[in-house]
């Protein structure tokens, strides 16, 4: 072919995670262009779950309004019953999405965002929108085929699938953000650990007013214990909300091994029956689908100018519902590093650190979601079933848990607490808050990597060490509060002292002169640019008042003092040069 575009980016893929990454590059001013194989975006409703890191995301980028107007909000998330359907027996709830008083206390402290639940097919067209009108050229319909890397950039082969030519986009560097069946990946031959395919679903995606049946028990997923649902028998049929409580998505299990079911309208339409418990509702089918679950990482992401980001390098259960969500914050990573460095005021070793600081992250996500797909069956080894349950077993076990026999007592006590161990498949608060990355693009202080006082997986900690990410703390300015989050990022570093700090102010110009990169700084406290009303930066900054915070673009400590230094614009050069790869 012989037209050559050229961009600064080319992001393959307008997923989640690179429809997020052409949002934030167009929005650091980075010139991109985004490909999508297909003519729209998600044509289904996918990941809902967005959780607060992500909605920290969108806040960043100006699209938390937007992204609130068209989710579920937190409180209709949170019940999820488990039942033998919907119309049916009930066996136990369970609070999810940190709607326990205790677990909501603790959701509120982490986040000035809130976890709410947004179908991808609502949230896709919002980044799109977004990345479009801020600058990036979306391309649908245009598919990578192959590329190439020398030292100066990557060249791609791609082509325009409805007018069938073809044509090359040559770009400085190139994000492969194209799915769990990687072109990008696969190229590159970026080693993949795990295992695919370990079990099939069918989502069977409905409208149906289910109102009279949930509206007392609001909740975003419905667990059923039914016979011949999932794989071997021993599954559980799901009812998941999309929109409330009008349209739905009925998931039941297949076996692999058997091969891909051919489907009909007749099969969805038992199937939603079935999870429903009422054959006399009115039901129309949208769509009907079948995935495989994954759980496979990739133990590098990054070669030379090519890196991967979301389902591409990180693919498990939707256990937790962290796909989308890693698949944004990968991106998050990623883009402010891409902009300093194609600005000219990074060195490229920046990009170093995406590898070190996500590659982990991948492993830990498909750990924990494929930890939490093991929380399920003890829930069926309870009951005692044999492997293949028919109605009448299932019947007669789930009667039997109601006997006032020992035997059934200790039965009634293994089901309960199988059923209330499942709360580690939706309350990970830890998992989605605690990041702690060790890499050349954070700068240690010296203090121990001390262990978290609870659960890490659980539970949020806070702490301002580098590497963790900045905590939340209200702040006040013209008695209106404001999070500390919304003092940083926007691309942009920032250095938050108290009001004896004012020597940093001095030091941060002089540092941002001498660099080229600007740094925002921010006192708190007494008559500072904000006042400390609560108490909380001061109680929880962890520094003295002269001490200092320097925060990335990505909301994470990229190094602190805990103190006035002697020479402050030594200090803060020091540390900021080796996270800019430039000592
Ligand atoms: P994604 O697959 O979304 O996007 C890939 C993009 O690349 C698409 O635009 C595609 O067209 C494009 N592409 C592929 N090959 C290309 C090529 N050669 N050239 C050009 N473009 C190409 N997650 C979560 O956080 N919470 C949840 O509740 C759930 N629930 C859930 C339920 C179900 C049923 C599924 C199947 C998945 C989830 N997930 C989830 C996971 C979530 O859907 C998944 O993690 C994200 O879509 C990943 O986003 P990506 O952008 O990485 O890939």
Redesign the pocket.
């Known amino acids: 072919p012989a037209t050559t575009v050229e961009t600064e980016v080319l992001i393959?893929?307008?997923?989640?995670?690179?429809?997020a990454a052409a949002a934030l590059l167009s929005t650091y001013g980075i010139d991109n262009i985004v490909?999508?194989?297909?003519g729209s975006v998600?044509n289904s409703p996918?990941?809902?779950?967005?959780n607060q890191r992500t909605v920290e995301v969108f806040r960043d980028l100006g699209l938390e309004g937007e992204v609130i107007r068209q989710a579920t909000p937190q409180h209709l998330m949170g019940e999820h019953v488990y039942a033998t359907s919907l119309a049916g027996d009930e066996l136990g709830r369970l609070r999810t999405w940190y709607t326990h008083p205790h677990f909501k206390a603790e959701h509120d402290l982490a986040s000035p965002c809130s976890v709410c639940d947004l179908p991808?097919d609502l949230l896709e067209p919002i980044l799109v929108g977004a990345a479009s009108s801020r600058g990036s050229s979306v391309r649908f319909d245009?598919?990578?085929?192959t590329f190439t890397q020398d030292d100066d950039g990557v060249t791609a082969r791609?082509r325009d699938r409805l007018a069938g030519t073809e044509y090359h986009i040559r770009s400085k560097y190139l994000i492969g953000?194209?799915?769990?069946?990687?072109?990008v990946v696969k190229q590159l031959g970026l080693p993949l650990v795990g295992e695919m395919g370990s079990g099939g679903?069918i989502?069977v995606v409905f409208e149906a007013d289910l109102t009279r049946f949930v509206e007392h028990r609001p909740g975003d997923m419905y667990w059923f214990v039914q016979p011949g649902v999932g794989h071997g028998g021993g599954g559980i049929g799901v009812l998941r909300m999309v929109r409330p409580w009008a349209k739905w998505?009925g998931?039941w299990g297949y076996d692999v091994t058997a091969g891909t079911p051919s489907l009909t309208e007749a099969d969805g339409i038992r199937i939603a029956h079935q999870l429903i418990g009422d054959d006399s509702v009115p039901v129309k089918i949208e769509s009907m689908s079948t995935?495989a679950v994954n759980q496979v990482y990739a133990e590098d992401n990054t070669k030379g100018r090519v890196m991967c980001?979301?389902?591409?390098v990180h693919r498990h259960s939707?256990m937790n519902?962290?796909?989308?969500?890693?698949?944004i914050q990968d991106s998050y990573n990623l883009c402010w590093k891409l902009a300093l460095v194609l600005r000219g005021q990074a060195a490229p070793t920046l990009l170093d650190s995406y590898r070190e600081e996500r590659v982990p992250v991948g492993r830990q996500i498909v750990d924990r979601a494929s930890r939490s797909e093991g929380l399920m069956p003890p829930i069926f080894q309870a009951l005692n079933l044999p492997r293949t349950p028919d109605a009448q077993s299932m019947q007669n076990a789930l009667a039997a848990l109601s006997e006032p026999t020992t035997a059934a007592w200790e039965r009634r006590r293994a089901f309960d607490s199988a059923l209330q161990d499942t709360i580690m498949c939706f309350n990970t608060h830890g998992v989605e808050t605690n990041q702690n990355y060790r890499s050349n693009a954070v700068v240690p202080d010296g203090t121990p990597d001390s262990d978290a006082p609870r659960d890490e997986e659980l539970y949020h900690f806070a702490t301002t060490r580098p590497g963790r990410h900045l905590p939340h703390l209200w702040v006040t300015r013209d008695q209106q509060r404001v999070s500390t989050f919304d003092l940083c990022g926007k691309g942009g570093f920032s250095l938050l002292t108290g009001v004896s700090g004012g020597a940093w102010r001095d030091a941060a110009r002089e540092i941002s002169e001498r660099l080229g990169v600007p740094i925002r700084v921010h006192t708190i406290g007494h008559g500072g640019d904000y006042e400390d009303s609560y108490g909380d930066y001061a109680a929880q900054s962890e520094v003295e008042e002269d001490g200092a915070i320097l925060v990335r673009p990505d909301h994470i400590v990229g190094w602190r003092a805990a103190t006035l230094p002697a020479n402050p614009a030594a200090a803060l050069g020091d540390a900021l040069e080796q996270i800019l790869g430039l000592r």
Request: proline share 4%.
């Open positions: 393959v893929g307008a997923g989640p995670a690179g429809a490909l999508n194989k297909y998600s996918r990941a809902h779950i967005t991808q245009t598919e990578l085929l791609v953000a194209d799915g769990g069946n990687s072109t679903s989502n998505i998931v995935w980001v979301g389902d591409a939707p519902g962290l796909g989308s969500n890693t698949s």
